[in-house]
């Protein structure tokens, strides 16, 4: 009694790991989503004292009422607004990073528009902090007072973080320009290998139907001499 043959099985293909500049920039991504989680939390844990400290201590400088009450909503608004720019952004830049990980180039496109968008809106972000510190109110008390309220190493803190966020896009956009990440993001899919661990062979030529229907060509006979 025989048996058919059976047929090895298909072969996995093992699926190709990205090389490192993709790895880096899918590694710096994450660091800054966390980095700006951990800066808006502590803005939030930090923002009750540093209010109570700011109307203290304008309170005995003589600051108007109107400006300590102003004084006291940009101390409040600030780390809020920042705390949920951090969420919105920690999302996206984690999505990101899967994305280019798994090799989509619509995604490293999108992340090059978001690394332009968080240099020039850390720009921005810098300028208008300080124009708004210096241009909303009348005199110098108010902004000894904010300095006063804040831990003397939260300026320096939120500085030194803005520069690495800043330096963190710019690294980014350089790892996902660099040759190998094109050619991950260009790749092409390519035929499992064979049982044998040799490439498949190429398939055979088709077959036309009809050349059952040709007479055979003659037998030649070499000449008598």
Known sequence: MSYPAQLPPPPVATPR???GTVRGAAG??????????????????????IVDRFRAAAAVAGV???DIDGGSQLLRGVPIAAAFV???AAVLLVALAVGIVRG???VRIAAWVVCGLGLVGGCLAALFGVGQRVGSFSDDLVLSAIEQAHPTWWPWTSAILSVLQMVGYLLVALLLAAP???AWFQRTPSLP?????????????????????????????????
């Open 180 to 182: 190998s990440a094109r």
């Open 28 to 49: 710096v991504l994450i660091a800054m989503a966390v980095g700006g989680l951990v800066y808006g939390g502590l803005g939030l844990a930090l923002m009750p004292g």
């Open 17 to 19: 790991r990205p090389p």
């Open 193 to 225: 290998p064979s049982h044998t661990g040799a490439p498949p062979p190429p398939p055979p030529p088709p077959v036309d139907p009809t050349d059952w229907q040709r007479p055979e060509p003659p037998a030649t006979t070499p000449a008598a001499m």
């Open 86 to 88: 951090s969420v919105v």
């Open 64 to 66: 108007p009422a109107d």
């Open 104 to 106: 989509h180039a619509a």
